[in-house]
């Protein structure tokens, strides 16, 4: 599957232009790191791009949902396996399913899944409303702050930063410039 056609299919069933751009920054992040370990960077995209597929319809029963979602689309997206759905429900475990994350990429997306909302209100808050000048050490400062980027959970993304065997601090770099790499097409 390409990014394009991720996006086409994610965009049949999310609308809200936050949601969609939340997904294509995840999307970009996990581009990066796939190119970074020498694995299909489109691949990973593409899964990065539909990890919400099920959000804005079924919010209650997100990373549930999405497996019918899947299922009623496979004539149409032959590319959609049991390992995209797999790695689709592990960025929820234990927050809203048990389903784990085992493989790399399944890791890299419940790492980064809170980690690039969190950079991007890191970003919104700095006069420049940009990452390209978004360091590390004001990212912490306001990783610390647990009033702000509330929605964002910190205990995810330490989890995920334990999951795939990384210090937080390079989880945070990494992810700030994944985000550079694109930030005209999300907007920071």
Not at 16 to 22: F, I
Not at 98 to 109: A, G, Q
Not at 118 to 142: G, H
Request: one cysteine or more; hydrophobic letters at 40%; charged letters at 30%.
């Amino acid at each position: 599957m390409t990014p394009k056609t991720a996006y086409k299919l994610l965009s049949k069933y999310v609308k809200g232009e936050t949601l969609l751009r939340h997904c294509k920054t995840v999307g970009i992040a996990m581009r990066y790191f796939a190119e970074k370990y020498g694995e299909d960077a489109d691949y990973w995209e593409s899964v990065g791009i539909l990890h919400d597929i099920d959000f804005e319809q079924h919010p209650d029963s997100h990373c549930v949902a999405c497996v019918e979602i899947f299922h009623s689309e496979k004539s149409n997206y032959p590319e959609i396996d049991d390992q995209v759905i797999h790695a689709v429900q592990s960025h929820g475990f234990g927050l809203c399913c048990d389903v784990e994350p085992f493989h790399k990429m399944e890791k890299v997306l419940f790492a980064v899944d809170e980690l690039t909302g969190l950079i991007f209100a890191c970003a919104m808050a700095r006069p420049s409303k940009s990452v390209c000048d978004l360091e590390v050490k004001s990212v912490t400062k306001k990783f610390k702050d647990k009033a702000f980027a509330a929605g964002c959970s910190r205990d995810v993304i330490r989890q995920g930063a334990e999951m795939m065997g990384v210090e937080l601090n390079d989880l945070i770099q990494d992810c700030i410039l994944a985000m550079r790499t694109k930030h005209e097409e999300i907007g920071c």
